[in-house]
C-alpha cells in the first residue's frame, strides 16, 4: 500500500511516498530558511505564502523520486491537527484536493503523532510499550505509547518548547535560524560547566517541563556582561545551557521510563537531533537497561514520511476522513482505537 | 469546451461550472472562516448535480486575489492540485478584473474597488467601452485617504470597497462620480466569461506556476521595513 504523505506545520512543505508504512520510497523536504533568515524566526503568513507556491513542485518531486504517479497511490495523509495555522491550511488543501480528483482515502494525521510514527517507521518492531519524548521549537512532551495509537500524556511544557528556547537565544547572540545545528556545533567547543544555568522543574515530581525561565537566564546573564563591559565566551555560554536543558530533558524522560516500567524510549522531534542529547541517552539509557530509539536524522525535523507511515497504521484501523475536513492549530494529542488483531 | 472557476477570495465563496454559451451550475454561499472545509463539499454536489464529473473539465480557473490571504490560498492550492493530478490549464483571475466585467459598456472609467482593511482598498482602473474591459491602471493597494486624488474625471466605482469610501471619504468625491450597486461577490456568470476572456489571450499556466496575488506585504515585512528605515536614520 502507498501513501503520499504531506506535512506543512510550520516552515517546511514536505510530501513522501511510503509504502506499507515502512519503506520510505522518497521523504522530499523543501525548507524555507532563506525566507525568515531576515527575521530571526518563523513568520507565519510568509510560511503559508511559500508553501502555496512550491507545494505542488513537492509532491511532483516526492512521486519521481519514487518512480510512481498519482494513479499508483492508494491514499493520501496529511497533518490536519498541529502546527501554524496557515501552514496547515496549504497542505489541508492540497491533500484534499488530490485524494477527492483521485477518489482515493484522505487521512488526517495529528504533526506530533507523526513525530512519535518517525521512530515505528524505521523501527516497525519496536516494542510496545514505550515513552517517547517529542521536542522542537513548537512542542516538548513526554508520551507513553502503549500500542499503535493508545496513548497517555505524561507530560508537556508549560511554556517553551526546548526547541524554542535554542531558536531564542540564537537570535539574541545574533546566530542563524533555526539555533538548534548552530548552538550544537558551537557548544562543543565551550565548558558546560562555565555557566551554572538552572535546570527548570527538574525535581518535581511531575513529568511537565518549563524552559522559559531557563532562557531568561541566559539572556539575563548576556545583558549583565555587555553592562558591565565584559566579554563572554559564546561556545561556555551555549555549552552551559545546552547541558541544562539536556539535563532536563534526559532526567525527566529516564524518570518517566523508570515509573512506567517499560523496557523502551524512544526521542524524536527537531531537537531529537542534536548530538550531545543522543549521546546522553544513549549512555544513561544504557546504565538503566533500556533501549533507546532515535528516528534517522532526516526523520527528526518535519517530514512527510512520519505523516505517511502514522497514515498507513490510521488506514488499517478503519478510519479515513470526510472532505470537510479542517485544519487545526492544537488539536490535544487523542487515542484511537488499536488495530484489529 | 468547459470551464470550472472557483472564487475562495471573500467571505463568499462561488464555484461556477460552464461553457461559452451556458452556466451548468453555479453555488454561491457564506464562507466565513470555513473556505476549507465547505469548498470540497461544495464542489462534489455541484458536480453531482449538474451530472458532471471532474474528467469533463477542459479549463481550471481560480480567483487569485487581491482579497482574503488564507481564502485565496486555500482556492488557489485546491484548484492546481486538481490540476496538477489532472494536467490541465489554470486561468488565475484578478478579482479586481472580474468586478470590471459588471460594467461593459459603460462611457466613463470604471473603477473597481475591494476593501483591503486598514482602511485601504486594492483597486484598478479600466475602459469597459465594448463588450470586455481594458485595464488602464494596474492593480494596486491604496490608502483610502489618498484615493480621492487618482480620480480626476467623472467616473464609475464599483466593488466592496465603495462601502469603505462611503464611511471614511469626503462627500465631495460622492457626489462628483457614480457609485455602481453594491455586488458583494463575483458572479457566476462573470467568473465563467472572464475565465474564457482570459483562456482565449492565453493567460493560463501550469499547476506549478500558479501563485495567488496579494499586493499587500506581511506585518512581518512591514514592521521589518519601517524598522530598518529608523535604523538607517539613526546611522546617518
Redesign the interface.
Known amino acids: 500500500m502507498l501513501i503520499l504523505g504531506i506535512e506543512t506545520a510550520c516552515d517546511d512543505s514536505a510530501a513522501a511516498i511510503v509504502q506499507n508504512g515502512h519503506l520510505i520510497l522518497s521523504n522530499i523536504v523543501w525548507g524555507q530558511k532563506e525566507v525568515h533568515k ?2 530571526g524566526g518563523v ?1 507565519p ?2 510560511a ?2 511559500r508553501h ?2 512550491v ?3 513537492v ?2 518531486e516526492s512521486l519521481d523520486q519514487a518512480g510512481i504517479t ?1 494513479q499508483d497511490i492508494d491514499a493520501i495523509a496529511v497533518n490536519s491537527m498541529r502546527g501554524l495555522i ?1 501552514s496547515i ?2 497542505g ?3 491533500a ?3 485524494a ?3 477518489n482515493k482515502p484522505l487521512i488526517g494525521v495529528h504533526h506530533i503523532e507523526g513525530h512519535i510514527y518517525s521512530t515505528i517507521l524505521q523501527y516497525p518492531d519496536m516494542p510496545f510499550p514505550f515513552v517517547c519524548l517529542t521536542v522542537s521549537g513548537g512542542h516538548n512532551m513526554i508520551i507513553l505509547v502503549e500500542d499503535h495509537g493508545k496513548y497517555q500524556v505524561l507530560g508537556q511544557t508549560h511554556d517553551d518548547a526546548a526547541g524554542e528556547a535554542f531558536d531564542k537565544i540564537a537570535k539574541l547572540l545574533s546566530l542563524e535560524y533555526p539555533g538548534g545545528p548552530i548552538i550544537d556545533k558551537i557548544a562543543k567547543q565551550g565548558n558546560p560547566k562555565a555557566f551554572d544555568f538552572p535546570r527548570p522543574m527538574i525535581h518535581r515530581s511531575d513529568y511537565d517541563f518549563s524552559f522559559s525561565g531557563l532562557k531568561t537566564a541566559v539572556m539575563q546573564t548576556v545583558d549583565k556582561s555587555q553592562k558591565q563591559n565584559i566579554s563572554i565566551h559564546i561556545p561556555d555560554l551555549l555549552a552551559s545551557f545546552q547541558q541544562a536543558v539536556i539535563d532536563v530533558l534526559v532526567s525527566k524522560t529516564v524518570r518517566a521510563a523508570n515509573d512506567t516500567g517499560v523496557s523502551a524510549i524512544a526521542v524524536a522531534g527537531g531537537v531529537s537531533a542534536n548530538s550531545l542529547l543522543r549521546t546522553t541517552f544513549t549512555q544513561v539509557a544504557n546504565t538503566i537497561q533500556k533501549a533507546v530509539f532515535f528516528p534517522d536524522i532526516s526523520l527528526c525535523t518535519d517530514n512527510g514520511a512520519m505523516i505517511a507511515a502514522l497514515g498507513y497504521y490510521r488506514f488499517r484501523s478503519g478510519f479515513t476522513s470526510q ?5 487545526q492549530s492544537n488539536k490535544p494529542l487523542e487515542s484511537w482505537s488499536v488495530l484489529p488483531s | 469546451m468547459i470551464i470550472l472557476v472557483v472564487d475562495t477570495s471573500g467571505d463568499k465563496g462561488t464555484i461556477a461550472i460552464g461553457s461559452r454559451s451556458r452556466i451548468f451550475g453555479e453555488i454561491s454561499l457564506d464562507m466565513t472562516m ?1 473556505h ?3 469548498t ?2 461544495t ?2 454536489y455541484l458536480l453531482h448535480s449538474s451530472g458532471m464529473s ?1 474528467s469533463q473539465i477542459d479549463i481550471l480557473s481560480v480567483v487569485t486575489g487581491p482579497g482574503s ?2 481564502g485565496i ?2 482556492g ?7 490540476a ?3 494536467n490541465k490549464p489554470i486561468v488565475p483571475l484578478c478579482s479586481l478584473d472580474v468586478l470590471a466585467f459588471h460594467l461593459c459598456w459603460t462611457h466613463m472609467p470604471v473603477y473597481t474597488l475591494i476593501d483591503a482593511a486598514r482602511k485601504q482598498i486594492y483597486y484598478a482602473i479600466y475602459s469597459c467601452k465594448q463588450n470586455t474591459p481594458v485595464r488602464i491602471h494596474e492593480p494596486e493597494l491604496i490608502s483610502i485617504q489618498n484615493f480621492s486624488s487618482k480620480i480626476d474625471c467623472p467616473s464609475v466605482l464599483i466593488g466592496n470597497g465603495v462601502l469603505l469610501l462611503q464611511k471614511h471619504s469626503e462627500k465631495e468625491l460622492y457626489n462628483n462620480h457614480f457609485m455602481a450597486p453594491y455586488y458583494h461577490s463575483l458572479p457566476a456568470m462573470l467568473l465563467v466569461k472572464a475565465g474564457f476572456y482570459f483562456y482565449d489571450k492565453n493567460f493560463s499556466v501550469h ?2 506556476d500558479l ?2 496575488l ?1 499586493l499587500q506585504q ?4 512591514r514592521n ?1 521595513d519601517i524598522w530598518q528605515k529608523q535604523d538607517l536614520k539613526k546611522g546617518s
Not at chain 1, 323 to 327: I, N, S, V
Not at chain 2, 218 to 221: G, P, V
Open positions: 531576515r527575521f513568520v503568513e510568509l503559508a505564502r502555496t507556491e507545494i505542488t513542485h509532491i511532483q498519482f496557515r491550511v496549504v489541508v488543501s492540497s484534499k484536493a488530490i477527492y480528483t483521485l472532505m470537510t475536513l479542517d485544519a | 470555513s476549507l472545509p465547505k470540497i463539499p464542489l462534489d471532474l490571504w488564507s490560498r486555500i488557489v492550492t485546491l484548484i492546481k492540485s486538481i496538477h493530478v489532472l499547476a506549478h501563485i495567488p496579494y506581511s506585518d512581518a515585512e521589518f
